[in-house]
């Protein structure tokens, strides 16, 4: 039976008060397709009493479902390069500056939405082939943590285990850093363990509050905003503000942008791409 309106508009309201997703009525197909199945699979006979399962369900499993069937998931190595050379020609430079200078001895970098985690293994890879190449004198991987975080299980599963298939490796990697960083059976390709260790991997919903992670000096929240009402993304944004650490440097998604949200931070440009920085 399809969604009637009331049904899309209790499911919208749940998904938002337990994940900020936004799922617009233009888009109630989406929310239609990705939940049909659980709600057969639970025995219930309509949307209106599926929604009424979740809402009784005290242990939460439920809901865990439902919010981890609603992300989307969407992620790639490097995803849209030119990010990715301004990080390389600008950013890690500053932060390994801080390290070999001894203004820091430690650097905290949060990747904010993981998906299944080719953002946080390109961080580590970059970082990694820069400090391997260029050897600056007494910085090592070791001054250097990468938290990455998502409110999905299923993804968090995936990117913690590090295992990708081919269709994933052929999405953005180069052939040096796939020989590099990658060890495979031929149909699997999984991250080195070296490199591996260097990413924790924790579930964490953007409605909580980020200080409970401590603070950063580099934040990517990459094409998760976008998913949100504009209230919380300015909410959103001023607690990123609240968590970072001089030098602050702060990356959107490539079709994302801090105007009409918040004015705490400098755009920075170069590369063909731009990142904030704190103020
Ligand atoms: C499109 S992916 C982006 C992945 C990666 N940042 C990139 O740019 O390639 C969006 C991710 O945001 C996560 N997400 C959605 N709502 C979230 C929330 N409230 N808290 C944490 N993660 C969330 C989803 O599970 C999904 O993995």
């Known amino acids: 039976m399809p969604i009637s309106t009331e049904e899309f508009n209790l499911l919208r309201d749940f998904i938002i008060k337990h994940s900020e997703i936004d799922v617009k009525p233009e888009k109630t197909y989406l929310l239609e397709s990705r939940l049909t ?8 006979t309509n949307f209106k009493e599926f929604y009424l ?49 001894r203004a820091k001895t430690r650097i905290r970098i949060w990747s904010a939405a993981c998906s299944t985690g080719q953002e946080p293994y390109s961080i580590a890879m970059l ?32 990117a913690n285990s590090g295992r990708y298939n081919q269709l994933a490796m052929s ?20 991250v080195s363990p070296a490199l591996k260790k ?6 964490f ?14 934040i990517l929240c990459r ?20 968590v970072l650490n001089p ?4 990356l959107l998604g490539a079709s994302e942008s801090l105007v009409g949200y918040s004015s705490d931070f400098d755009l920075v440009e170069g590369q063909g791409a731009i990142f904030y920085k704190k103020k």
């Open 37 to 44: 199945r659980m709600m057969v699979e639970m025995g219930a």
């Open 247 to 250: 030098p602050g440097f702060f």
């Open 127 to 158: 970082l990694d082939d820069y400090i391997s190449t260029k050897h600056p004198a007494g910085v090592s991987m070791d001054n250097f943590e990468i938290l990455a975080t998502d409110i999905s299980p299923s993804v968090l599963f995936l």
């Open 171 to 190: 999405r953005g990697l180069s052939e040096e850093f796939k020989t590099k960083y990658f060890n495979t059976n031929g149909k699997i390709w999984e």
């Open 53 to 101: 399962n979740a809402q009784k369900d005290t242990s939460g499993k439920l809901r865990e479902r439902i919010i981890d069937a609603m992300t989307t998931n969407e992620t790639f190595w490097f995803r849209d390069s030119k990010p990715w050379s301004l990080m390389k020609e600008t950013i890690l430079p500053q932060l390994i500056e801080l390290i070999r200078t």
């Open 205 to 218: 919903n953007l409605q909580d509050h980020p200080s409970a992670l401590g603070s950063f000096e580099f």
């Open 198 to 203: 260097r990413i924790t991997f924790k579930k």
């Open 223 to 242: 094409n998760v905003a976008i998913y949100f009402s504009d209230a919380f993304k300015k909410e959103l944004f001023k607690r990123i503000h609240s």
